[in-house]
């Protein structure tokens, strides 16, 4: 048994189907009376439901959030908070709208109640994200830590098909890349594993069936799972490279992840051989070996994007991002050498299986 030290998050989480119809006594359990609710545009209407739901305790709705959490938009919600005299906040959404939660909460002492509806697993790290002038900053504060998570599947029965399995590979990417994380410890692992072994087996389900109630419950225990390894350890090459990519080159979050997830763990799979065989286990692999193919083959299977071209890519973009994920790296088992880097993201970008760059 190696060493290791945790922090664990603390979180109060209400899980199951018709979990939303807690939401007034989870907010009256923080003390709060006026909720200020958050949603995207296209999540408008649930959140006008949530406000209805809440009665007098809602103080208004600002269903304004968008991907990356623009400064502006934020200032501009602190400011509906503060004019409503709003005492918490209920987010309702992806991790664009759990974001805005975050941006309100860490400059001021709101309280934020999550209702996630993607498996992004934002609600469980105290990760924030704000963009001003085209360059996105992230950091880790414990102030914006959502203090409840209420996670319903009903609400995520209308994710579309194809968001639904790559938002869920965006979570088995923070569990895969956890499994090998230099500050990981037996907990996180167990979570991970399970995670990857949750969305693995309900994702196909979805795929045939995205009604199914049971895999849509089954998806959200895994995110969960996956978002709390995101929350609680670093994380290294494929990250990077999704932060790179996704940031110079606009390209959408879950996609991106989908795509390169493969590629990332063929690069470090030689110097992760434990993370490798949890993470075949969970995927039901046949070898360790077969893991990084594994994740390739399922993404395939279920009809999502799997090269960096078919999600808008330029081809006269990749030595840059080569150079880009080379720069500030986040620490990986494997190093990151600009020519292999540069290999691999020539595999990605086409398409081809992956394979050690
Ligand atoms: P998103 O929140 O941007 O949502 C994508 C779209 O899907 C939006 O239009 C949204 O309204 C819609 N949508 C969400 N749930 C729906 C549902 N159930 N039914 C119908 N439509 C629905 O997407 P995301 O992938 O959840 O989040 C991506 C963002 O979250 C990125 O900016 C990423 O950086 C951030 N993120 C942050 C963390 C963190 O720990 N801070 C973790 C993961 C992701």
């Known amino acids: 048994m190696q060493p290791f030290s945790y922090t664990a998050h603390p979180a109060r989480i209400v899980f199951g189907a018709g979990a939303l119809a807690e939401l007034g006594a989870e907010v009256e359990r923080l003390g709060a009376r006026r909720a200020l609710v958050l949603s995207t545009p296209e999540q408008a209407g649930a959140a006008e439901r949530v406000a ?20 502006e938009t934020a200032r501009a919600a602190r400011d509906e908070a503060a004019r409503l005299g709003a005492d918490c906040a209920v987010a309702i959404g992806g991790g664009s709208t759990t974001g805005l939660g975050k941006a309100i909460a860490l400059e001021s002492a709101l309280p934020i109640v999550a209702v996630p509806t993607t498996y992004a697993g934002s609600e469980v790290t ?3 994200g704000l963009t001003e002038g085209g360059v996105k900053k992230t950091g ?10 209420i996670y319903d599947p009903e609400l995520t029965l209308t994710l579309p098909p194809g968001l639904t399995v790559t938002s869920g590979l965006n979570a088995i990417a923070h569990a895969a890349e956890g499994l ?8 996180t692992a167990l979570m991970a594993e399970e995670g990857v072994r949750a969305l693995a087996a309900a994702l196909p389900r979805l795929a045939e069936a995205p009604q199914d109630l049971d895999a849509r419950g089954e998806a959200l ?10 929350g609680a350890v670093a994380m290294g090459l494929h990250h990077k490279l999704c932060h790179t990519l996704g940031g110079s080159f606009e390209l959408p979050h879950a996609e991106v992840h989908t795509v390169v997830l493969p590629h990332a763990m063929a690069y470090n799979a030689q110097q992760a051989p434990q993370a490798m065989a949890r993470l075949a ?8 070996d077969d893991a990084p193919r594994a994740l390739f083959d399922l993404a395939a299977r279920l009809g999502v994007p799997t090269s960096l071209a078919a999600i808008g890519m330029p081809a006269a973009g990749l030595d840059r991002a080569a150079e880009l994920a080379t720069t500030t790296p986040y620490p990986n088992p494997r190093p990151l050498e600009r020519a292999a880097l540069r290999a691999l993201l020539q595999r990605a970008y086409e398409g081809r299986p992956p394979a050690e760059a």
Do not use: K
Not at 221 to 230: D, F, K, N, P, T
């Open 52 to 71: 209805a739901m809440l009665g007098e305790r809602a103080a208004g709705v600002f269903p304004r959030a968008v991907m990356h959490v623009p400064v």
């Open 126 to 128: 105290p990760i924030w």
């Open 140 to 149: 880790r504060d414990p102030r914006v830590l959502p203090r409840t998570v």
């Open 180 to 187: 090998y994380a230099h500050d990981g410890n037996p907990i």
């Open 221 to 230: 225990y895994g995110a969960w799972l996956c978002g709390s390894v995101l």
């Open 281 to 288: 286990r969970a995927l039901g692999a046949a070898q360790a």
